[in-house]
């Protein structure tokens, strides 16, 4: 068995796919034989993601319908094919904060970010998806959609309880479809999103260190690994399910010393 063509002869549709996890997997997925659509914000690092894979760059506001569905529609139109979505995009801005502190426009804009656009990109994808009778949807959660955080964000934690709810029930509704729906619920990983969030305050950072057992941040390509497993055949038994990669964060109540 050739493992670098797990997925040879699949498109890939990669929300955030510009950076951090989705250009990991990016990366991962076209190791792995399949044609790449990156979908970003950002022409700049979207486009240069795309050249480097030799796939697509459709520049998407995620919280937008018809953005979304242009991005979904144009893969499908180019390629043939929506045969696995990987909806990465998301944002963690300071203004979410303590729920005291985190007034109603931070709250309302992580959610159409984190939230509502995985919504759209899963009823995209199930367009293209359901008239095939196959498909792989990953969903980025969040190992805080299973536990609390000991450094809230109030609305980034709700948004990623959204996904993983969401998530779950898709994966149900769509199992006899050939579709599988998963959350992928990763501890801190080492991204620019938290490099930045940390060297504006160490002493977060060092709270949040303290709680991984592993003992370090994740690296992104440890997630993509994940992710292309899930999207893969290999991963034909597994729906509805919460895909922790989290270094041990939601299954330690002390933590090693």
């Known amino acids: 068995m050739d493992l670098t063509q797990r997925l040879a002869g699949r498109v890939a549709v990669i929300t955030g796919g510009g950076?951090?996890?989705?250009?990991?997997?990016?990366?991962?997925?076209?190791?792995e034989g399949a044609t790449i659509v990156i979908g970003d914000l950002d022409p700049v690092t979207g486009g240069a993601a795309?050249?480097?894979?030799?796939?697509?760059?459709?520049?998407?506001?995620?919280?937008?319908e018809d953005a979304?569905?242009?991005?979904?529609?144009?893969?499908?139109?180019?390629?043939?094919?929506?045969?696995?979505?990987?909806?990465?995009?998301?944002?963690?801005?300071?203004?979410?904060?303590?729920?005291?502190?985190?007034?109603l426009p931070a709250w309302q804009k992580v959610q159409d970010v984190n939230?509502?656009?995985?919504?759209?990109?899963?009823?995209?994808?199930?367009?293209h998806m359901v008239p095939a009778q196959r498909g792989s949807i990953?969903?980025?959660?969040?190992?805080?959609?299973?536990?609390?955080?000991?450094?809230?964000q109030i609305s980034y934690t709700a948004s990623k309880g959204?996904?993983?709810?969401m998530s779950r029930e898709l994966g149900?509704?769509?199992?006899?479809?050939?579709?599988?729906?998963?959350?992928?619920?990763?501890?801190?990983?080492?991204?620019?999103?938290?490099?930045?969030l940390f060297a504006k305050d160490?002493?977060?950072?060092?709270?949040?260190?303290?709680?991984?057992?592993?003992g370090r941040f994740a690296e992104p390509e440890e997630l993509a690994a994940a992710v292309a497993f899930l999207a893969s055949d290999d991963a034909s038994f597994i729906t509805g399910s919460s895909f922790l990669v989290d270094g041990g964060i939601s299954s330690a109540y002390v933590t090693p010393l």
Not at 71 to 100: C, H, K, Q, R
Not at 139 to 151: D, K, L
Not at 162 to 165: D, F, N, P, S
Not at 202 to 214: D, G, M, N, S, T
Request: hydrophobic share 45%.
């Open 19 to 31: 950076g951090g996890i989705g250009l990991a997997t990016a990366r991962r997925m076209r190791a």
């Open 68 to 103: 979304v569905n242009h991005l979904f529609d144009t893969a499908a139109s180019t390629y043939g094919s929506v045969d696995i979505a990987f909806n990465n995009a998301g944002i963690s801005p300071p203004d979410d904060d303590l729920i005291e502190n985190t007034e």
């Open 162 to 165: 959204g996904v993983l709810a």
């Open 172 to 196: 149900v509704q769509f199992a006899r479809q050939g579709i599988r729906v998963n959350a992928l619920c990763p501890g801190p990983v080492n991204t620019p999103l938290l490099q930045e």
């Open 115 to 127: 939230l509502k656009s995985v919504y759209l990109c899963c009823r995209a994808a199930l367009r």
């Open 50 to 64: 795309a050249d480097e894979l030799g796939g697509l760059f459709v520049q998407v506001d995620v919280s937008d």
């Open 202 to 214: 160490p002493e977060r950072a060092a709270r949040r260190l303290i709680h991984v057992p592993v």
């Open 138 to 152: 990953i969903n980025t959660a969040s190992f805080v959609a299973v536990m609390g955080s000991a450094t809230s």
